[in-house]
T-cell receptor
Framework: ETGVTQTPRHLVMGMTNKKSLKCEQH?????MYWYKQSAKKPLELMFV???????ENNSVPSRFSPECPNSSHLFLHLHTLQPEDSALYLC??????????????FGPGTRLTVT | AQKITQTQPGMFVQEKEAVTLDCTYD???????LFWYKQPSSGEMIFLIY??????QNATEGRYSLNFQKARKSANLVISASQLGDSAMYFC??????????????FGQGTELSVKP
């Protein structure tokens, strides 16, 4: 595997379900990110982890719970979601969170539909 | 206030022609980075090109070049010799360095490019 992978690619869940999104990066990066992309809106940063420590939480509802067990893996645990949470969830990684030059590499995303 | 503005929701270009996608940004930071990403219908965001605020030369990567006009705060993407595979959404993004905000990238609304055969 190369780059950034995400599973599952598609997920349909009911409002009372609990599910998890998984992200894995094979680039040796130290920082990982979760973004939400809703239709007709710019990407919204949700969470940032640097060396497994959360450094940013962009006022995300508690029904989204991130977990970063090591610098290669990132999870997003979902519970009691709302229909408006339906979106494309993108994971990204970068060499570092500091400095302005490090590009972020994105995974293919998980298309989430909440019914 | 909108930090990244992409004023073209959709663009059409004939195959083999060049196209310019507009991006303007707003920052009071002296040090920042500008990025362009491509998002095909598959969903993955693909990094294309980077321009640092202190770079004197415009960035180029193959058929992609960035027309950086610092005084006007614009960072337009130029794609030369368009190909059918260039049809996708294109996003301009910025990262500010003074208060790095955990490496936060601020994205524009995107421009949908369609290449006609």
């Amino acid at each position: 595997e190369t780059g950034v992978t995400q599973t599952p690619r598609h997920l349909v869940m009911g409002m009372t379900n609990k599910k998890s999104l998984k992200c894995e990066q094979h680039l040796g990066h130290n920082a990982m990110y979760w973004y939400k992309q809703s239709a007709k809106k710019p990407l919204e940063l949700m969470f940032v982890y640097s060396l497994e420590e959360r450094v940013e939480n962009n006022s995300v509802p508690s029904r989204f719970s991130p977990e970063c067990p090591n610098s290669s893996h990132l999870f997003l645990h979902l519970h009691t979601l709302q229909p408006e949470d339906s979106a494309l969830y993108l994971c990204a990684s970068s060499h570092s969170t500091t400095g302005e030059s490090y590009e972020q590499y994105f995974g293919p995303g998980t298309r989430l539909t909440v019914t | 206030a909108q930090k990244i503005t992409q004023t073209q929701p959709g663009m059409f270009v004939q195959e083999k022609e060049a196209v310019t996608l507009d991006c303007t940004y707003d920052t009071s930071d002296q040090s920042y980075g500008l990025f362009w990403y491509k998002q095909p219908s598959s969903g993955e965001m693909i990094f294309l090109i980077y321009q640092g605020s202190y770079d004197e030369q415009n960035a180029t990567e193959g058929r992609y070049s960035l027309n950086f006009q610092k005084a006007r705060k614009s960072a337009n993407l130029v794609i030369s010799a368009s190909q059918l595979g260039d049809s996708a959404m294109y996003f301009c993004a910025m990262r500010e360095a003074v208060y790095n905000q955990g490496g936060k990238l601020i994205f524009g609304q995107g421009t949908e490019l369609s290449v006609k055969p």
